[in-house]
């Protein structure tokens, strides 16, 4: 008989009670170091003191007007983003798939005003992720996603990552935009490179294209600056962000500059709760933790010891573990022997992992974990590690 809850996840037997810093509790007393941070979501771990606090008060005062109205936090948060990223403008949304469709709107949107109505085509990147909708499903172009729910939303050309020539020759007359994850995450925490983003900016200054960022998942520190793309010195046109925005508080947002929004005007896109009162007073919380002085000096400072640790397991264990991947603390194990293997022992060790593509173990810590979680982590893998040899028969040296 189905479930109440329709069932679409293979969820692990466990239900969490509270959470405080880098740690969960489950119902049944087993405590649990996350290391998944909700998939990139928990950056300032959980029950940050200053995000409860402003979720609390503003609970107290109002959750919703609907958008007919002005939001004041809203347009707080919104000047903000504005003041430290590449952008001009943005839209509120309640997901990270949201975010990604609207940019898909704001891009063939910006070719049709500026008299190109043909072009409406998006280049993206194999292994990517945007998102489960109709139009985010076809932007990710994975056939196991794609499977049953009849044919692809048209307008979708996949071309491998890190590949210019293959890019140039995907774009047409019908092309408006490329789109692509700095660092892919469900992909297998794969890192485009700076050459081939810079490169992607050229191509889209040359053919009159936009160039639409996905950090859903890489941006909000993960990478230790505000976005990935700061490494690299590229700014993007457009740029969809949900996941640590508000920390686990639903919201998501696509920005743009002025020039790439010029066909987002009155009447072309709207959401009913996308940034009320209640989510962009959280994430305005986010920002102050974020802002404040010294704060991403303090995320690389840990995330190099965390990277240094990992590469210290990959040494120890060749037989388990072959690579360590991305920046920051958006990162992923490349396995030796099934991932899958890896991820369940370590939650039988009470540590949160999850898969990815390419074989690869996901291990997002909160942005503000303590040495001393991340000593804790790293002795649960190395434990894991040594057991996965030993019942292998490989040993582990």
Known sequence: MITAVMPTYDRKDVAF??????????????????WTSGIAVNNLGHCHPHLVKTLQEQAAALWHTSNLYRIAHGERLAQRLVENSFADTMFFSNSGAEAIEGGIKLCRKYQYVNGNPGRYKIVCFQQAFHGRTGAALAATGNEKYLQGFGPAAPGFVHVPLN????????????????????????????????DFLRELRRICDEFGLLLFFDEIQCGFGRTGKM???????????????????????????FMATEKAAAGMVFGTHGSTY??????????????DVMLEPGFFEGVQKRAAYFRGKLEGLVAKHPKVLAEVRGMGFISGLR???????????????????????DNVVRTYPSLIAPAADI?????????????????????HG
């Not at 793309?229 to 639903?250: L, R, T």
């Not at 982590?377 to 040993?395: F, P, Q, R, V």
């Open 375 to 395: 000593d804790h982590g790293i002795a649960m893998i190395d434990d894991a590690c040594a057991a996965l040899a030993a019942k292998a028969g490989a040993g």
């Open 227 to 253: 976005w990935a793309y700061e490494w690299f010195d590229v700014e993007p046109d457009v740029m969809a962000v949900a996941k640590g925005i508000a920390n686990g508080f639903p919201l998501g947002a």
């Open 163 to 194: 590949n210019t020539n293959v890019v140039r020759d995907a774009i047409d007359d019908e092309t408006a935009a490329i789109l692509v994850e700095p660092v892919q995450g469900e992909g297998g925490v794969r890192t485009g490179t700076g």
């Open 335 to 357: 396995c030796v022997t099934p991932s899958g293997d890896l991820v369940n022992a370590l939650f039988e060790r009470g540590m949160l992992t999850v898969g990815a593509g």
């Open 17 to 34: 009670a509270r959470g405080e810093g880098s740690y969960l509790y489950a119902t049944d007393g087993r405590r649990f170091l996350d």
């Open 274 to 287: 996308g940034g009320n009162p209640l989510a962009t007073a959280c994430g305005n919380a986010v920002l």
